[in-house]
C-alpha cells in the first residue's frame, strides 16, 4: 500500500502571507500522480492541483503552487497571499498508474488564516 | 453538467438496517471510486469500478457491496449496517486522458447507524 504523510496537524497563517504544507509519499512505482484536495467546513471535497512524477515542472495553479521534489519524494503544497477563504482541512494525495488509479490520502492539515 | 452527484445526503439506519447509496457522473468518466471518511482521518477507499460490469475491492471493503450497471452509476450497499459504518461516505470518478487522472468528488453522504 502507499503511504503518504503530512506531519502537520494544523497550522496558522495570517492573511495575505504564505503557507506550505508538507507532503511525502512513499511508492516503488516510477510513474504516479501527486494531488492536493481541499475540504472546506461544508465537507465537499476541492481538487487544487495535480504533478506528475514525469513532469520537469512544478505545478501552479493560480495561488497555489506544489513544490516537487522526486528525490525526496516530497510534494509540499505552497498557498501565496493567504485569504480567509482559504481556511480548510487540506489532503495530499497520490495515484500509481499501475494501480487502477486509486487514491491514497494523506491525514490532512488543518489551515487556519488569521486576519 | 452536474459533475458527480449523490443519494442521499444525510441519513439515519438503526443497526441491522440495509440501504443504498446512489453515485452518479455526467462526465463520461470510466473510473468510479467510492471512499469513506471518519473524523479527523483521510479518506479510505471502500471500493471501486475500472468500467461498467466491473468491481473490485479497496482497503476497507467489509460490510459493503457494490454494482456498476450503467457507466454513469455506482452504487453502495451496506446490507446489515453496524455503528462502525458511522462515516461520511464520498463517491469520485476519472478517467486518463493521457496528462491526468484527477479525481472528482461528490458532495458527500452523512451516514448514521445508531
Known amino acids: 500500500a502507499q503511504k503518504i504523510t503530512q506531519t502537520q496537524p494544523g497550522m496558522f497563517v495570517q492573511e495575505k502571507e504564505a503557507v506550505t504544507l508538507d507532503c511525502t509519499y512513499d511508492t516503488s512505482d516510477q510513474s504516479y500522480g501527486l494531488f492536493w484536495y481541499k475540504q472546506p467546513s461544508s465537507g465537499e471535497m476541492i481538487f487544487l492541483i495535480y504533478?506528475?512524477?514525469?513532469?520537469?515542472q512544478n505545478a501552479t495553479e493560480g495561488r497555489y503552487s506544489l513544490n516537487f521534489q522526486k528525490a525526496r519524494k516530497s510534494a509540499n503544497l505552497v498557498i501565496s497571499a493567504s485569504q480567509l477563504g482559504d481556511s480548510a482541512m487540506y489532503f495530499c494525495a497520490m495515484s500509481p498508474r499501475s494501480n487502477d488509479y486509486k487514491l491514497s490520502f494523506g491525514a490532512g492539515t488543518t489551515v487556519t488564516v488569521r486576519a | 453538467n452536474a459533475g458527480v452527484t449523490q443519494t442521499p445526503k444525510f441519513r439515519v439506519l438503526k443497526t441491522g438496517q440495509s440501504m443504498t447509496l446512489l453515485c452518479a457522473q455526467d462526465?463520461?468518466?470510466?473510473?468510479m471510486y467510492w471512499y469513506r471518511q471518519d473524523p479527523g482521518m483521510g479518506l479510505r477507499l471502500i471500493h471501486y469500478s475500472v468500467g461498467e460490469g466491473t468491481t473490485a475491492k479497496g482497503e476497507v471493503p467489509d460490510g459493503y457491496n457494490v454494482s456498476r450497471l450503467k457507466k454513469q452509476n455506482f452504487l453502495l450497499g451496506l446490507e446489515s449496517a453496524a455503528p462502525s459504518q458511522t462515516s461520511v461516505y464520498f463517491c469520485?470518478?476519472?478517467?486518463?486522458?493521457?496528462?491526468?487522472?484527477?479525481?472528482?468528488f461528490g458532495p458527500g453522504t452523512r451516514l448514521t447507524v445508531l
Open positions: 469520485a470518478s476519472s478517467s486518463w486522458d493521457g496528462l491526468t487522472d484527477t479525481q472528482y
Open positions: 462526465m463520461n468518466h470510466e473510473y
Open positions: 504533478q506528475g512524477s514525469y513532469d520537469e
